[in-house]
């Protein structure tokens, strides 16, 4: 393999990696429950020179930085992943019918639908040949997370509505995209 491609794997894979670790810190994050999320804001601290002042952050307020931070997180992870494939593969082809080509494209439906609008993310297909089939991707063994076998997405019946988490399976979902996208990019290099 080029040096030079092999270079393009490693930086998709690590920042694949990257990006699933903040989601990881999100969810971490959740468990500390109100009062731990409140006690991370309470004291007034200086970084660099700059003075972050403490807060009084009611249940709405760590409701809502739980979400904005983990939104943020797994748009992170569909734009590493994404890009992870265009470095090392080129330019995405929905039209072709292959496991491959068929998870590309919904990384990038999920993709889109974040990058567009982090805080409310929703279905929005400009680019029509991505709605010509639903999209069934079957889960190899060595990927399965929490007894996850497949994922099924039909863009033209979701068109227009939101993302929601279960439409990627939650965090464990999550993970599963991670292993394969770490497993289709080895394969597609070897």
Same mark, same amino acid.
């Given at each position: ?32 429950? /109100? ?9 007034? /601290? ?27 997180? /797994?748009?992170?992870?569909? /734009?590493?992943?994404? #890009? ?9 082809? &929905? ?24 805080? #409310? ?18 889960? &190899? ?50």
């Amino acid at each position: 393999m080029q040096r030079a491609h092999l270079k393009a794997l490693e930086e998709g894979l690590s920042s694949i990696e990257i990006a699933f670790n903040l989601i990881e810190f999100s969810y971490r994050i959740q468990t500390l429950g /109100i009062d731990g999320v409140r006690a991370l804001f309470y004291d007034t /601290i200086e970084v660099k020179e700059v003075l972050i002042e403490g807060k009084d952050m009611d249940e709405e307020d760590v409701r809502r930085f739980f979400l904005n931070h983990l939104n943020c997180a /797994i748009c992170s992870f569909w /734009i590493a992943i994404d #890009e992870a494939f265009n470095k090392i593969l080129g330019k995405k082809n &929905p039209k072709k019918d292959s496991a491959i080509d068929d998870f590309r494209a919904v990384i990038y439906m999920f993709r889109c639908a974040f990058t567009h609008e982090i805080s #409310e993310p929703k279905w929005y297909v400009i680019d029509k040949s991505y709605l010509r089939r639903p999209y069934r991707l079957l889960v &190899p063994l060595e990927c399965r997370c929490g007894g996850i076998e497949e994922f099924y997405f039909d863009f033209t019946a979701i068109n227009g509505q939101n993302v929601k988490t279960e439409a990627f399976k939650h965090f464990r979902g999550l993970a599963t995209f991670s292993k394969m996208a770490y497993n289709l990019l080895r394969e597609e290099t070897h």
